[in-house]
């Protein structure tokens, strides 16, 4: 009875989000027939079939492979960092003095002022990896701050009293009270590195890259392509996004992280 | 050889908690310490468990020795079922814990997490960690706090009844608490804390 509610919930909201999209293609094809013109907005079904094309291609799979690399690079480095150096930040305040306005820089400055100015710094295959790595540390590390503030103390001195040790409070204590931060800060930043790693590769001409392609269509005035390699990008981020929630269920299994409203 | 705390001096907030405190407890025996609430009975249990250290003097007597401790709160890990929270302290031997969970009453409520039990229940699942942990010395810092006649009954019957920790320590401010418990009474008083 349960599963049989709960399967209709799932298949009406499916549905649901089916007709929204039937709705908004509705509205991309009627501004497609009203402008006419191939060169400013090209319809729904030759974008389709143009992804398909593409996809028979060897070099389609190439730069989205590339491309994913770029972005899962950087964020990887983020995420280590970020991890590395809030604990320090917390525990030492002029360490967190020093790196406040660092971070603040960082995230109030426009993405495009970064990306021409590390493509003066560093060489252009790398700038992609750099910009993502630099749209998830800030957030990855003030998250864990944020989460290493938070740790109940008296969960903490529990730990002490019974003598858990160093490598068990971690695990036991902070780890799962760090987890919903990280994730947060996880499913937040993907999407933001994975949108600033191609506009990266698109301003740094990254070869063999999506955002090379969007460049070179751009340039040879294909709106086509502009408008394929652009949904590829929004196909990859809506997949990135899923397996991001797949591994935070998986996550979640150890250390609960899906679960505040298990525990929280 | 039963603990003394010699000559301890502790600020906490600017304000003197203790100021040069004397008292030596027995081997054995449950010693009430009586008093109004803030004057500073907890943080005396904080530091003979080692969570808080002296500013001066000293606790003789605890180093090496397993001290229990009840705090007034729960503590249990929110993100732990009630068997993981007591099989923590016991070396992940999580037979063991089953067998704590019954003798609390809680036989088959093990996968529950903190947030699905009652206060209560919660209250025996701090209580079975305590008394599985064992050892020489259980700290009870207001363990009744918050629980009905019932089960403050409940919770006291499996506490004394337990052989554990020869040496019982509880902080209360309840004067029937501490006559119905106590083999001793202090009555202290404080900041500082001091024997009244």
Known sequence: ?264 | MGIEVRNAWKRLGGQAIFEGLNLKFPEQGTICLFGASGCGKSTLLNCIAGIISLDQGEIIGVSGKKIAYLFQEDRLLPWATAQENISIVLQNREMEAEKWLAYVGLAGEGNKYPRELSGGMRRRVAIARALAYGGDILLLDEPFRGLDEENKNVAANLIWKTETAPLKILVTHDRHEAEQFGDEIWFLEGPPLKKG
Not at chain 1, 56 to 80: C, K, P, R, Y
Not at chain 1, 87 to 107: A, G, M, S
Not at chain 1, 116 to 125: G, R, Y
């Open chain 1, 1 to 264: 009875m349960m599963h049989s509610i709960i399967r209709n919930k799932n298949l009406i909201a499916a549905v649901r989000k089916i007709i929204a999209a039937i709705i908004w293609l509705g509205v991309w094809q009627v501004i497609y027939l009203a402008v006419g013109q191939e060169i400013l907005v090209v319809s729904p079904a030759r974008v389709f079939q143009r992804i398909l094309e593409l996809a028979t291609q060897t070099e389609f799979w190439l730069d989205t492979f590339n491309s994913m690399i770029h972005v899962l690079e950087g964020f990887a480095a983020g995420v280590v960092v970020g991890a590395i150096l809030a604990p320090f930040t917390v525990k030492y305040r002029f360490l967190n003095d020093l790196f406040r306005p660092l971070l603040n820089i960082v995230k109030a400055t426009p993405v495009a002022s970064f990306i021409i100015l590390v493509l003066v710094w560093i060489p252009s295959a790398y700038v992609p990896v750099f910009i993502a790595f630099l749209m998830v540390l800030p957030v990855v590390w003030g998250n864990i701050g944020e989460g290493i503030r938070k740790i109940d103390r008296n969960l903490l001195e529990m730990a002490d009293c019974y003598r858990f040790g160093k490598w068990k409070t971690f695990q036991r204590v902070t780890l799962p009270s760090v987890m919903p931060y990280l994730v947060a800060a996880c499913t937040t930043s993907l999407g933001l590195a994975w949108k600033a790693g191609i506009a990266a590769e698109v301003l740094s001409h990254a070869k063999y890259s999506i955002g090379g392609e969007i460049y070179d269509a751009k340039i040879y005035l294909e709106t086509l392509d502009v408008f394929a390699w652009t949904a590829v990008v929004i196909l990859l981020s809506v997949l990135l996004e899923k397996l991001m929630v797949c591994l935070v269920r998986a996550a979640g299994k150890k250390y609960n992280v899906e679960a505040e409203e298990k525990w929280g």
